[in-house]
């Protein structure tokens, strides 16, 4: 089975904090999303990696980094919170496809 | 840009009715339409997937159909059970900065079954 893991289940933090979101996948896949999940709003790309140190801006880029220096691993940093950065964080892994998309537990951050 | 409607965004049904979610998506080089379960607190998990070069596809309660010519694709779901409810999203393919993968999802559809 595809695993999908990520650091934290929920988080609180600070505003102006940098935040540090990982993700990791145990198949050998060679895209990693991140994603956003708000009510009504439905999964919002925020940024993607199809290879090592590849990187590319999704639809919601503003106020986020990654970093994907190894193939399982892809981390989604904030570099400086603020309130409306609180959400659900889903990370997703996938062949090169387009395939399905396996996602992680999601992380819940607080900003406050 | 590409986008996905949904609709509708709530479904409330009796047990043992039929339910149909629709989605329309604009990018006409999408060729690839998954449909994700997600259920209260757990992470989205693919229940069906369908290819541009199939009109329909079924498992077991679960149909998806296809029309291309309209950019419109819907999930059936019959004989609804109560372990049926659940958000409900649709997802199309795109061409996006050099990726193979890339999905752009509807906003969700929240169904819910009463017994």
């Known amino acids: 089975d595809v695993k999908v893991t990520q650091s934290s289940r929920y988080l609180v933090k600070r505003t102006g904090e940098k935040v540090f979101l990982e993700c990791v996948q145990d198949?050998?896949?060679?895209?990693m999303f991140w994603y956003r999940q708000d009510p009504g709003l439905g999964l919002r790309l925020i940024y993607f990696s199809y290879d090592v140190k590849m990187k590319e801006k999704g639809d919601i880029p503003e106020g986020y980094s990654v970093s994907r220096e190894k193939k399982e691993r892809f981390s989604l940093i904030l570099e400086s919170a603020s309130t409306n950065q609180t959400s659900m964080y889903l990370c997703a892994s996938s062949p090169l496809g387009p395939y399905e998309q396996y996602f992680g537990p999601g992380t819940r951050l607080t900003v406050t | 840009g590409e986008n996905v409607e949904q609709h509708p965004s709530t479904l409330s049904v009796q047990e043992g009715d039929s339910a149909v979610i629709k989605c329309t998506y604009s990018?006409?080089?999408?060729?690839?339409f998954p449909w994700y379960k997600q259920e209260l607190g757990k992470r989205p998990q693919l229940i069906i997937d369908i290819r541009s070069n199939v009109g329909e596809k079924k498992d077991q309660r679960i149909a998806v159909t296809l029309n291309k010519t309209a950019k419109h694709f819907s999930l059936h779901i019959t004989e609804t059970q109560p372990e049926d409810s659940a958000v409900y999203f649709c997802?199309?393919?795109?061409?996006?900065?050099?990726?193979?993968?890339?999905?752009?999802f509807g906003k969700g559809t929240k169904l819910s079954v009463k017994p």
């Open positions: 990018d006409s080089a999408s060729n690839y």
């Open positions: 198949m050998d896949h060679e895209n």
């Open positions: 997802a199309a393919s795109r061409d996006y900065g050099g990726s193979q993968g890339n999905l752009i």
